[in-house]
């Protein structure tokens, strides 16, 4: 598997998307009219900082209105996209990976959380995709399925989520071998 | 700046009034003293009970409602005049008409596409808070409902587009209260970049009940400025202020509709097929690869222009940038952290397409909030700047509406029709 170099997220608010992050610096857009414009120069001549305003980890798009709020406060109470990421599961929220270039899928059918025991451990819906982690996200097309995406929140699940997977012909079948390998899906 | 014709709507085009019963006191104006802002228009909305005062007939009571019947066979003949034809039945009647698809379908089938479009706007528009408005926004809506295919997909979802009063904060309407107390009251009502939604002046894509709403500003129909107490604290239910005070803005210009892009976003969202979307996400992926790099970022190839300003703006200059220095540095950033300097079309997909369609419209005056560069404008310059698939796309959507009369150069032309007109001289408030 090819790690992207800035992982890239879509977050659900069950079967609806609200937001797409990146682990880079960047802007935080809302649905909302544009903000005000250029926020002017970094500095000095010569300085290759970032511009005014910006994140310090994360660029982010929003795409829900009723959810901006929660999603923005959410945000401030983080150190890091990662601690951002645990803060939306927490809340409720689902990741998947985002491949834009295949345009955004603005709804997803309804997908079933994952658990290993009590613990939330990952999250499959019944439309073709990619499998990723939260840590580590594949480049491009790889590991893309036919029968479901699907997101591992922990590592210790990635290895049955995936073997699930790749050897499912159907939906109805890959949350039986994942509940044989200990993911109830809820 | 020429002069510019507005259809202003007279007493005959305003519709009839939900329930023309006002309460007993008659005295709105001591009872929203009373109870507040907000409370006073979930009021409003719950007894159906509009600012009937303002909006006396002249003339006695009218026609007598068409039967179900009659109104199915006087749409299906395509010789008859729609607007008057819709304009015999209620407006809360229209908005139902989405829980009857089969029926609609039907029609759909029967009626020109012209014709369709406008039911379909009458259908999906809510003005009664702003019924002077009602006649601009069927204008504006009508003309982006082309496809009946699209017009159906929005109606049934159910699609409600809202004309928020220039005097209101949109939160204080009950489809959009959410906003403000979404989260079971944890969120503060605030936009993902920090902005108050009471403050934001036309949204799209908010869900509420079953249905998404969309909301358009009479100060976009009707022309002028919202009333600055719109940018006061909002507040809850018992008037506590629940967020901060906002700076207080004018009118968008003259010729910009954001209510063609308001419903832009909602037919990008509600109306396209995904398959569709995949097209005007190429379409988005390709421009912004082909204004990659130093010279092609200042190409002028977005409906909002260039994606960066060539030249340096004042207040980079007066910190000792120049234009060289200045392009430099943005070429050296990475796009994520570029996106502030960039023109609104290129941010994202969905306010490419939305630019776009205003651009299409004719709709797309002025100059852009970031590069300060003018936007451009006209079904002309789409075609010269966009692939073939995407006019394609948009001529099946808008069948070469324009709903300003614009010159070759996209330009508004005197005394034509002209969305979000001068507002007239000593016109203020409410309308």
Same mark, same amino acid.
């Given at each position: 598997?090819?790690?992207?170099?800035?992982?890239?997220?879509?977050? !659900?608010?069950?079967?609806?998307?609200?937001?797409?992050?990146?682990?880079?610096?960047?802007?935080?857009?809302?649905?909302?009219?544009?903000?005000?414009?250029?926020?002017?120069?970094?500095?000095?001549?010569?300085?290759?900082?970032?511009?005014?305003?910006?994140?310090?980890?994360?660029?982010?798009?929003?795409?829900?209105?009723?959810?901006?709020?929660?999603?923005?406060?959410?945000?401030?109470?983080?150190?890091?996209?990662?601690?951002?990421?645990?803060?939306?599961?927490?809340?409720?929220?689902?990741?998947?990976?985002?491949?834009?270039?295949?345009?955004?899928?603005?709804?997803?059918?309804?997908?079933?959380?994952?658990?290993?025991?009590?613990?939330?451990?990952?999250?499959?819906?019944?439309?073709?995709?990619?499998?990723?982690?939260?840590?580590?996200?594949?480049?491009?097309?790889?590991?893309?399925?036919?029968?479901?995406?699907?997101?591992?929140?922990?590592?210790?699940?990635?290895?049955?989520?995936? %073997?699930?997977?790749?050897?499912?012909?159907?939906?109805?079948?890959?949350?039986?071998?994942?509940?044989?390998?200990?993911?109830?899906?809820? | 700046?020429?002069?510019?014709?507005?259809?202003?709507?007279?007493?005959?085009?305003?519709?009839?009034?939900?329930?023309?019963?006002?309460?007993?006191?008659?005295?709105?104006?001591?009872?929203?003293?009373?109870?507040?802002?907000?409370?006073?228009?979930?009021?409003?909305?719950?007894?159906?009970?509009?600012?009937?005062?303002?909006?006396?007939?002249?003339?006695?009571?009218?026609?007598?409602?068409?039967?179900?019947?009659?109104? %199915?066979?006087?749409?299906?003949?395509?010789?008859?005049?729609?607007?008057?034809?819709?304009?015999?039945?209620?407006?809360?009647?229209?908005?139902?008409?989405?829980?009857?698809?089969?029926?609609?379908?039907?029609?759909?089938?029967?009626?020109?596409?012209?014709?369709?479009?406008?039911?379909?706007?009458?259908?999906?528009?809510?003005?009664?808070?702003?019924?002077?408005?009602?006649?601009?926004?069927?204008?504006?809506?009508?003309?982006?409902?082309?496809?009946?295919?699209?017009?159906?997909?929005?109606?049934?979802?159910?699609?409600?587009?809202?004309?928020?009063?220039?005097?209101?904060?949109?939160?204080?309407?009950?489809?959009?209260?959410?906003?403000?107390?979404?989260?079971?009251?944890?969120?503060?009502?605030?936009?993902?970049?920090?902005?108050?939604?009471?403050?934001?002046?036309?949204?799209?894509?908010?869900?509420?009940?079953?249905?998404?709403?969309?909301?358009?500003?009479?100060?976009?129909?009707?022309?002028?400025?919202?009333?600055?107490?719109?940018?006061?604290?909002?507040?809850?239910?018992?008037?506590?202020?629940?967020?901060?005070?906002?700076?207080?803005?004018?009118?968008?210009?003259?010729?910009?509709?954001?209510?063609?892009?308001?419903?832009?976003?909602?037919?990008?969202?509600?109306?396209?097929?995904?398959?569709?979307?995949?097209?005007?996400?190429?379409? !988005?992926?390709?421009?912004?690869?082909?204004?990659?790099?130093?010279?092609?970022?200042?190409?002028?190839?977005?409906?909002?222009?260039?994606?960066?300003?060539?030249?340096?703006?004042?207040?980079?200059?007066?910190?000792?940038?120049?234009? %060289?220095?200045?392009?430099?540095?943005?070429?050296?950033?990475?796009?994520?952290?570029?996106?502030?300097?960039?023109?609104?079309?290129?941010?994202?997909?969905?306010? !490419?397409?939305?630019?776009?369609?205003?651009? !299409?419209?004719?709709?797309?005056?002025?100059?852009?909030?970031?590069?300060?560069?003018?936007?451009?404008?006209?079904?002309?310059?789409?075609?010269?700047?966009?692939?073939?698939?995407?006019?394609?796309?948009?001529?099946?959507?808008?069948?070469?509406?324009?709903?300003?009369?614009?010159?070759?150069?996209?330009?508004?032309?005197?005394?034509?029709?002209?969305?979000?007109?001068?507002?007239?001289?000593?016109?203020?408030?409410?309308?």
């Amino acid at each position: 598997m090819t790690d992207r170099a800035v992982r890239h997220f879509a977050i !659900y608010a069950g079967d609806r998307l609200v937001l797409v992050v990146r682990d880079n610096p960047g802007t935080l857009r809302s649905t909302a009219g544009p903000a005000p414009g250029d926020p002017g120069p970094p500095g000095r001549p010569g300085t290759n900082g970032p511009p005014p305003g910006t994140h310090p980890f994360i660029d982010a798009q929003a795409h829900d209105p009723a959810a901006e709020s929660r999603l923005r406060e959410l945000l401030d109470a983080s150190s890091s996209f990662d601690d951002y990421l645990a803060r939306l599961l927490d809340a409720g929220f689902d990741i998947a990976s985002c491949r834009p270039e295949r345009g955004l899928e603005y709804e997803l059918p309804s997908g079933r959380r994952l658990y290993d025991g009590t613990e939330l451990a990952g999250a499959c819906w019944p439309t073709r995709g990619q499998f990723t982690t939260l840590l580590r996200q594949p480049a491009g097309d790889e590991l893309a399925f036919d029968v479901a995406t699907a997101t591992a929140y922990r590592d210790a699940a990635a290895t049955r989520l995936l %073997e699930a997977l790749a050897a499912s012909g159907t939906f109805d079948e890959l949350l039986e071998r994942l509940a044989a390998a200990r993911l109830k899906a809820a | 700046m020429g002069e510019y014709t507005h259809a202003e709507p007279t007493v005959e085009d305003a519709p009839r009034r939900r329930v023309v019963t006002p309460p007993a006191t008659a005295d709105l104006t001591a009872v929203r003293s009373a109870i507040g802002n907000r409370a006073f228009g979930s009021l409003l909305r719950r007894q159906r009970v509009a600012r009937v005062a303002s909006h006396k007939p002249r003339r006695p009571a009218p026609r007598r409602p068409p039967s179900w019947p009659e109104l %199915e066979a006087a749409l299906a003949d395509n010789t008859k005049d729609v607007k008057a034809i819709v304009g015999r039945v209620r407006e809360d009647q229209l908005n139902q008409m989405w829980k009857v698809p089969d029926w609609v379908r039907k029609l759909a089938a029967a009626m020109s596409p012209e014709r369709f479009a406008y039911l379909a706007a009458a259908i999906m528009l809510d003005s009664s808070h702003v019924p002077a408005g009602r006649k601009e926004a069927l204008r504006l809506l009508s003309a982006m409902l082309h496809d009946k295919e699209t017009a159906l997909r929005m109606i049934v979802r159910p699609v409600t587009v809202v004309i928020v009063p220039r005097d209101m904060q949109p939160t204080e309407l009950e489809e959009f209260q959410s906003l403000l107390t979404k989260d079971e009251g944890k969120g503060p009502g605030k936009t993902f970049d920090g902005r108050q939604w009471a403050h934001v002046r036309g949204f799209s894509d908010v869900t509420y009940g079953i249905g998404v709403y969309v909301a358009i500003i009479e100060e976009n129909l009707l022309g002028g400025a919202p009333d600055p107490k719109v940018f006061e604290a909002p507040t809850d239910d018992k008037g506590n202020v629940i967020g901060a005070k906002g700076a207080v803005v004018g009118g968008l210009p003259v010729g910009f509709s954001n209510t063609t892009h308001e419903m832009a976003h909602a037919i990008f969202r509600q109306g396209l097929t995904a398959e569709e979307r995949k097209l005007v996400t190429r379409c !988005y992926q390709a421009k912004r690869a082909a204004t990659s790099g130093a010279g092609s970022l200042v190409a002028n190839l977005w409906p909002d222009g260039p994606r960066i300003n060539p030249v340096a703006p004042k207040r980079w200059k007066d910190k000792g940038w120049t234009d %060289e220095t200045r392009l430099r540095y943005l070429v050296g950033l990475s796009d994520d952290a570029r996106r502030v300097y960039e023109n609104y079309s290129s941010q994202n997909v969905d306010e !490419y397409f939305a630019q776009l369609a205003n651009a !299409y419209v004719g709709a797309n005056l002025g100059i852009d909030g970031a590069t300060l560069e003018p936007r451009n404008n006209g079904r002309d310059w789409v075609a010269s700047k966009e692939p073939k698939e995407m006019l394609d796309l948009l001529d099946r959507l808008f069948n070469h509406a324009t709903v300003n009369d614009i010159d070759a150069n996209g330009e508004l032309k005197a005394r034509g029709r002209c969305a979000n007109p001068p507002r007239p001289p000593g016109k203020r408030g409410r309308t």
